[in-house]
């Protein structure tokens, strides 16, 4: 009752807010608490931690995982899908190639990578002292192991993509036409060689997978069982800079320094994963029983952002939140979306003036504080040189939504407030939204109230929110599209490669939307073609990706985000970002127990 209450409140102010921007209270009086109407901005953050005091050799340190449902615990970078589960793994598992901050793969890493004058064929060496937690050496045939793996028919992650279909031979293997990935050589025990179908700039920006699968584990294991055994929920293996040693399922993970890794010996003895309920983050923080974590719910920096015992690292992160409109179903045969022409949401106007209709930039300002704000392409600017700032996307406008929806036939027919279908049948739209934090109840109802401002009957998907695991499920992760859900509020990460493909591609499994279009397809193609190593022209091609996708709206972003992470002042040699130079195996403490704020 207390939490119900608390999320009521919640929507009242989130309302009030946004129907009243003024600087006035109800009484004609300024409003008391100034701070909670600061805006920041993520530019005045660093993303590398202030080292104060001497590092003690060894001490543990408490990485809070901040969810607010259990984490699924596949633990294996071949077949995990939801972020949770890779917060776990980058402690104990690693990719061969690491990459710079421009996104482009570098010889820094457990591996090193040589390319043919056709730019077609890599050749990589894994380097002699990266060794799996049980000693035995990371070979070419892990390597290759796992693009079989990815590649079987029996295979049952969201793995097999464009960047795996662009491997010679892959195609064939995976239609059983073949017993053996042609395009893949094994040199000698540590040297790889692959050859790509095509030649692309997205080959050294994360077209490459670069995770290996323990064939000496996982060899004789049928691959359909290798998601669920307990060698990838319970025991999970990998190279990186600690090994897990204790897992208590969806809640937390202790792991040990890994003595032998391939850098050097980590500074820590111990890393202890936990989840943290965002509502409880703050009191952990405070007590000191986390020293850092996966990320900080911004709505709560401004009463927090002088917490004694912390320093905050903020960057742009690699993902939007969005809204998606169901507009087909997964063919699990083919292994591609097929797009239903008479979904309910299939009219483009619809979903156009569904976006105009929600008021973005007033959501990032008054509910995150300027740490989230408006988003306009499904190109984020955390990846400033293809991101069209120049392109506002669909600014809020109600007046706007309403003239769309009249042009689509969309009236209200028996005047209770409601427009029907261009038939004359009532129209309602089942909306599924993700649990979490507090503003997600109240978030979720901005959206239904904003779409009812313009006649649209909006509802929540069995009239409540739905945890992250269940939610990824019936959107469709495993292929299986719930054909109650017609709209959802999802987030997408975007990972290094700027390719947009694994997203909005007629064969991605995560596109959820079940959305395809030949111009779509054209566009995509062009961004990885030859003529995109120009990379003007490659910019170009994707500026009119993101105005194709405005106009055609299978999604449309809601926010772009910021990360914000408070790390406890005890802890030494820590950055979030990528390129930054600093590796975990490097992470630190100065005292034995954590700060707690005074």
Not at 27 to 49: A, L, R, T
Not at 150 to 165: C, F, K, S, V
Not at 285 to 296: I, N, P, Q, R, Y
Request: glycine share 8%.
């Amino acid at each position: 009752m207390k939490k119900f209450t608390k999320a009521f409140l919640l929507m009242l102010v989130l309302v009030l807010v946004l129907a009243a921007c003024g600087d006035k209270d109800s009484d004609g009086g300024k409003k008391k608490d100034d701070e909670k109407e600061k805006v920041y901005s993520i530019e005045d953050f660093s993303n590398v931690k202030t080292n104060k005091g001497e590092a003690i050799e060894g001490g543990s340190l408490t990485f809070g995982l901040v969810s607010a449902d259990p984490f699924q615990g596949t633990l294996n970078w071949n077949f995990y899908s939801g972020d949770p589960d890779a917060q776990i793994l980058q402690w104990f598992d690693e990719a061969l190639l690491t990459w710079d901050s421009s996104y482009v793969y570098t010889n820094d890493g457990a591996a090193t990578y040589e390319v043919s004058e056709d730019g077609k064929t890599f050749t990589f060496t894994i380097k002699d002292n990266v060794n799996w937690h049980d000693g035995e050496p990371v070979t070419a045939e892990d390597w290759l192991f796992a693009h079989e793996v990815i590649g079987h028919p029996d295979y049952d992650g969201p793995r097999y993509d464009a960047t795996l279909r662009n491997v010679v031979g892959m195609e064939e293997y995976h239609a059983g036409e073949a017993d053996t990935i042609s395009g893949i050589e094994v040199v000698s025990d540590k040297v790889l060689k692959i050859t790509y179908v095509e030649s692309n700039p997205s080959l050294i920006t994360g077209g490459i997978w670069t995770y290996p699968l323990a064939k000496h584990i996982f060899g004789d294991m049928p691959v359909k069982d290798i998601s669920s055994s307990p060698e990838v929920r319970e025991k999970p293996i990998g190279f990186g800079p600690f090994i897990v040693e204790n897992i208590v399922p969806g809640e937390s993970v202790v792991l040990k320094k890994n003595a032998n890794y391939w850098r050097g010996e980590p500074s820590l003895d111990e890393v202890v994963v936990k989840v943290v309920n965002p509502n409880v983050l703050v009191q952990s923080l405070e007590k000191g029983e986390v020293d850092l974590v996966s990320s900080f719910p911004v709505n709560q920096f401004p009463e927090n952002a002088e917490l004694s015992n912390v320093e905050y690292l903020g960057n742009v992160d690699r993902a939007y939140s969005y809204i998606g409109f169901k507009l087909g179903t997964w063919d699990k045969e083919a292994k591609q979306v097929k797009t239903d022409p008479n979904a309910k949401m299939a009219n483009k106007n619809l979903r156009k003036a569904m976006w105009h209709a929600i008021d973005n930039d007033t959501v990032g300002k008054r509910f995150y504080h300027g740490l989230r704000w408006a988003g306009t392409t499904l190109i984020p600017p955390s990846h400033p040189e293809y991101h069209d700032d120049t392109n506002p996307g669909a600014p809020y406008d109600l007046d706007k939504a309403k003239e769309l929806l009249d042009e689509a036939g969309y009236k209200d027919t028996n005047d209770d407030g409601f427009r029907e279908d261009p038939e004359g049948n009532e129209l309602v739209i089942n909306f599924a939204s993700m649990s979490g934090d507090d503003i997600a109840m109240p978030l979720a109802q901005y959206y239904i109230q904003q779409w009812e401002k313009v006649g649209l009957k909006v509802q929540l998907l069995d009239g409540r929110l739905h945890d992250f695991n269940s939610f990824y499920e019936r959107v469709g992760e495993k292929g299986d599209d719930d054909p109650n859900i017609d709209i959802y509020a999802g987030a997408w990460g975007v990972g290094i490669d700027v390719n947009p493909d694994g997203l909005y591609g007629r064969d991605a499994i995560y596109n959820f939307t079940r959305w395809s279009h030949e111009e779509n397809d054209r566009l995509l193609k062009e961004g990885i073609s030859d003529k995109a190593f120009d990379p003007e022209y490659r910019k170009e091609v994707y500026k009119e990706w993101q105005n194709f996708m405005i106009e055609e709206v299978p999604v449309f972003p809601t926010l772009y985000r910021s990360v914000l992470v408070p790390v406890n002042n005890r802890v030494h040699n820590y950055a979030i970002g990528d390129g930054t130079g600093v590796y975990l195996y490097e992470l630190a403490v100065t005292q034995e127990e954590p700060n707690p704020a005074k």
